[in-house]
Nanobody, 119 residues
Framework: QVQLVESGGGLVQAGGSLRLSCAASGGTFMRYAMGWFRQGPGKARELIASIRWAGDGTYYVDSVKGRFTISRDNAKNTVYLQMNNLKAEDTAVYYC????????????WGQGTQVTVSS
């Protein structure tokens, strides 16, 4: 299994930016696509962005397109999520995990990182 540690969340005003990081260990990180998920209050966890293992293909859910950018550094076993022009509806706990399409391949989840956007 891959162990995941998310960081970089915080409290930010609407229109602001944050950069999340996800450090992976215990597996062959660079062979897998990675995804960022979020779970807002009272909502199910959803996949919002993913990136192929070589970094040459990305996916974004419509609600974050043009505002969020996913990237990865395989040498550091880390995936990032740059979030710009944040909105109140982006408030959620953010997680990363190993994915194939919309499927989560890793049973273990990290603790997540809280993002709170004040309007």
């Amino acid at each position: 299994q891959v162990q995941l540690v998310e960081s970089g969340g915080g409290l930010v005003q609407a229109g602001g930016s944050l950069r999340l990081s996800c450090a992976a260990s215990g597996g062959t990180f660079m062979r897998y696509a990675m995804g960022w998920f979020r779970q807002g209050p009272g909502k199910a966890r959803e996949l919002i962005a993913s990136i192929r293992w070589a970094g040459d293909g990305t996916y974004y859910v419509d609600s974050v397109k043009g505002r969020f950018t996913i990237s990865r550094d395989n040498a550091k076993n880390t995936v990032y999520l740059q979030m710009n022009n944040l909105k109140a509806e982006d408030t959620a706990v953010y997680y990363c995990n190993v994915v194939r399409g919309v499927l989560v391949l890793n049973d273990s989840w990290g603790q997540g990182t809280q993002v709170t956007v004040s309007s």
